[in-house]
């Protein structure tokens, strides 16, 4: 397993640094870069695990939307589609299916 791969980059790690974004331009327009033990903890917190635990963060919460939406849809999106259910819409995949499989 990659430590924070493209996808982890792309899906959890730039949105998280978005959320929190606010924070370091506030350190820096208030002036507390300049007190050295900030400084000392905000560069370590940058460089060791921070970008994880963000990460790890924003992966959680995700989840915890994604699984709030499936209760309220009833169902993944994709699987209720494909789902043979009554009526025409088992029909229909099943001749499509027939066309591109004959």
């Known amino acids: 397993m990659l430590w924070l791969d493209s996808y982890e980059r792309r899906a959890r790690l730039v949105p998280g640094l978005l959320l929190v ?3 370091g331009v506030a ?3 208030f002036g507390l870069n300049t007190n050295p033990v ?7 917190l940058t460089t060791f695990g921070a970008p994880v ?3 790890n963060f924003v992966r959680h919460r995700g989840l915890a939307a994604q699984t709030k939406l499936y209760g309220e ?7 209720a589609l494909l789902r043979t259910g009554p009526g025409a ?5 099943r001749a499509a299916v027939g066309r591109v499989s004959d």
């Open 53 to 55: 635990v963000l990460a």
């Open 73 to 79: 849809w009833g169902d993944k999106p994709t699987t």
């Open 21 to 23: 974004a606010p924070i």
């Open 27 to 29: 350190i820096v327009m």
């Open 89 to 93: 819409r088992r029909a229909k995949w």
């Open 38 to 44: 900030i400084a000392v903890v905000i560069g370590s």
